[in-house]
């Protein structure tokens, strides 16, 4: 193993409550995987707001959409192992 922590990137909105709920739901699975979450307000940077304002939250790893609005818990869950297999692998 190479040691490289997972990362995952949030887009949100500091106002948003499902933004809040998907990072609480997230927790368990960023604890398990030893994974990092990476929080963006879309609100700071016009580009992220135009591309995203109405799909918040979104989650996002290495330029893949795993889910907006609600967490894929399977989804996410997936990736993680498939990241946790390659890392193992090298």
């Given amino acids: 193993m190479t040691g ?5 990137t949030l887009y949100g909105r500091a106002w948003c409550h499902l933004c809040d709920d998907m990072r609480v ?9 030893g994974a990092q ?10 580009a992220l707001e135009a591309r995203y ?8 790893h290495d330029g893949v959409e795993l889910c907006h609005y609600h967490l894929n818990e399977a ?16």
């Avoid at 997230?26 to 995987?33: K, Q």
């Fill in 75 to 90: 989804r996410v869950r997936a990736t993680l192992a498939e990241w946790r297999q390659s890392e193992e692998r090298r």
């Fill in 37 to 46: 979450l990476e929080v963006i307000d879309i609100d700071a940077d016009p």
């Fill in 4 to 8: 490289v922590v997972v990362s995952l």
């Fill in 25 to 33: 739901a997230l927790a368990p699975l960023l604890a398990e995987f």
């Fill in 53 to 60: 304002n109405d799909w918040v939250p979104v989650l996002v």
